[in-house]
């Protein structure tokens, strides 16, 4: 069983030297399509490459005592940018333009046809993160509203549209990822909070779509954006209580940074996690873990934050 | 966290867990958290 209180990270952990140009991912922004030149390790040996930058930061995250481990995202360019790739319908050879949250254009890719996932994307890492501890894993993937936010559509007939079809074969990839040993699956969905408006129209469907029929604890995951590339954090979250009616059984914070006073402990931890009104009502689920097995309860002591 | 220095990461993950830790035991002894 977890103890109260779990801890674990949001997804991402540094990546070592050896394996990205730092330098290079720290001037050149947020990927949203792939951006293969900041890979040291020549692509024949990039998968062994990553495979042990993964091994360096389970042990990290071993050593420090965090509870639920994550491979520290270190096979990813960004967040973002791994999935597009491997879509179909997706054009990131020939980027288009979207504007980022920092009121930047940004490359993205253009949706230039049905969105389909030919075969599992992260299945195999999945496998290999679950081999190599015996903690409970989470896995995280964007999700189907900051996609969409990050499209530049020239196929859909509108956002919801759109935001539907991404969260079909999210859906479709989270499957594959709890039948590989996930005990946790998160979306990351920062741009709910970029824009709350559209958020509104169909944020908590797309959401439910992509997480559908999956056990186990869900997260959604919201931020204000990278503390390295959005100086200027709001004072609050524009888009939050929504989430409680949603199917996700937790959702995710970032609450360093911001001065959002109605955060009870808004400055004392880097990011939280709460139990969603749905996971409350729900049974306590059984997660297998490596040789151990625990029983995960809903974090009923939690406070909720008041939204601004 | 990507985009910290390794060893600055490690040290919050560790400050984390050990914030975690001493909450846990003073529930645990029946102690009352102060309010913020």
Redesign the interface.
């Known amino acids: 069983m977890l103890p109260l209180l779990p801890t674990t990270v949001v997804g991402s952990f540094p990546q070592p030297e050896w394996l990205v140009d730092r330098a290079a991912l720290l001037s050149g922004g947020v990927p949203r399509v792939p951006k293969p030149t900041l890979w040291r390790v020549p692509e024949d040996l990039r998968e062994e490459a990553h495979d042990d930058a993964t091994r360096l930061v389970v042990r990290d995250m071993e050593r420090a005592g965090v509870d639920i481990v994550s491979d520290g995202e270190v096979r990813r360019e960004s967040y973002f940018a791994w999935l597009a790739p491997a879509l179909t319908g997706l054009d990131v050879t020939k980027p288009g333009t979207a504007i980022a949250r920092t009121g930047r254009p940004t490359p993205v890719p253009r949706a230039v046809g049905p969105i389909t996932r030919p075969k599992p994307v992260l299945a195999r890492h999945t496998r290999f993160l679950r081999g190599e501890t015996d903690h409970p894993i989470k896995i995280t993937v964007p999700g189907p509203f900051t996609l969409t936010a990050l499209t530049h559509n020239e196929y859909y007939p509108d956002a919801p549209s759109l935001a539907l079809a991404y969260a079909a074969v999210v859906n479709e990839e989270l499957r594959d990822l709890k039948a590989a040993g996930a005990d946790f699956v998160q979306l990351d969905e920062p741009y709910l909070q970029a824009w709350p408006d559209r958020a509104r129209e169909y944020g908590v469907a797309a959401i439910d779509r992509a997480l559908e029929g999956i056990d186990g604890p869900t997260v959604v995951h919201l931020c204000f954006g990278y503390a390295h590339t959005v100086r200027d954090k709001p004072s609050g979250y524009s888009y939050l209580p929504e989430l409680e009616r949603c199917r996700a059984t937790h959702v995710s914070i970032e609450a360093a940074r911001s001065s959002d006073r109605s955060h009870p402990r808004r400055s004392s931890w880097a990011s939280w996690t709460w139990a969603t009104r749905a996971s409350r009502r729900r049974r306590p689920w059984r997660v297998e873990s490596g040789r151990r097995s625990r029983t995960c309860r809903p974090i009923a002591s939690c406070r909720r934050p008041t939204a601004a | 966290?990507?985009?910290?220095?390794?060893e600055r990461?490690?040290g919050?993950?560790?400050a984390?867990?050990?914030g975690?830790?001493i909450?846990?035991a003073e529930?645990a002894t029946g102690a009352r958290l102060r309010p913020?």
């Open positions: 966290m990507k985009y910290l220095p390794r990461a490690v919050k993950l560790e984390l867990a050990a975690a830790r909450v846990r529930l913020l």
